[in-house]
């Protein structure tokens, strides 16, 4: 009787761990996907350009997340961004993360990032990410997307982004409150799902004191954009 409830005992502890175990070994290999977007563009008639860099490398629990993104306005750098975060699993489709961002321009500086990505319900992929800067400023960014198939190569993707800040930062122009966002519509066709030109057409604007900011510069408070680009899948 004893060898047999030791045998019993000894499979029901393999039972339990075995899933853990195969988790393990699953998130110890390493996978990687990265989407790049990159297009060239006209804003009130000066040509304008941006990129979109968004990936991980590591298994389905953890991973090194990296981001990239920029734009540049008559031939002038206006933004240009890079990231780095780990990135964890809370729950299915949905990852916290934590890490750094440093700009380059419109100014120099390095932010702690807090936050989450994920697909919210309908399919909406979400981002939401919290930044304090070197300089004590804290701001957070929100961002929505969703692909709707018009075939099964042709796809409308609109996408809603916008920026608050929780105090004003002289050295950015920013006030507090929502500053700046965007709202656009990417259409594109998958030749391959690897590779997809594409057509985007976006509208961003600055709000409250920063577009009164922006107004006394002479600088334009809102602005269309229409641009043809390429996305890549690697």
């Not at 502890?13 to 390493?30: I, K, R, Y």
Request: hydrophobic fraction near 40%.
């Amino acid at each position: 009787m004893r060898t047999k409830g030791r045998i019993v005992v000894f499979l029901f502890v393999l039972a339990c761990s075995t899933p853990a175990l195969a988790n393990e070994e699953h998130d110890s290999l390493l996978f990687h996907a990265f989407l790049f977007e990159g297009d060239y563009g006209q804003s009130d008639g000066r040509p304008t350009g941006s990129w979109d860099l968004d990936g991980w490398i590591g298994g389905d629990y953890n991973k090194l997340w990296l981001k990239s993104e920029g734009e540049s306005n008559n031939n002038k750098m206006e933004q240009a961004e890079f990231w780095a975060m780990y990135s964890r699993n809370i729950a299915t489709f949905w990852d916290a993360q934590i890490g750094i961002r440093h700009d380059v321009t419109p100014t120099s500086e390095t932010y702690a990032v807090l936050g989450f990505g994920g697909l919210a319900p309908y399919f909406f992929d979400t981002e939401a990410h919290l930044f304090i800067s070197q300089s004590g400023d804290v701001s957070i960014r929100l961002r929505e997307e969703n692909d709707f198939l018009i075939t099964q190569r042709l796809i409308i993707q609109p996408y809603l982004e916008a920026n608050f800040f929780a105090q004003k930062v002289d050295k950015q122009e920013r006030s507090v409150g929502l500053a700046y966002g965007e709202a656009g519509l990417l259409t594109r066709y998958e030749i391959t799902r690897k590779f997809a030109p594409y057509i985007d057409l976006r509208y961003e604007r600055k709000f409250g004191e920063t577009a009164t900011i922006a107004k006394s510069n002479g600088e334009d408070i809102g602005s269309f954009i229409v641009a043809v680009g390429l996305r890549l899948m690697f």
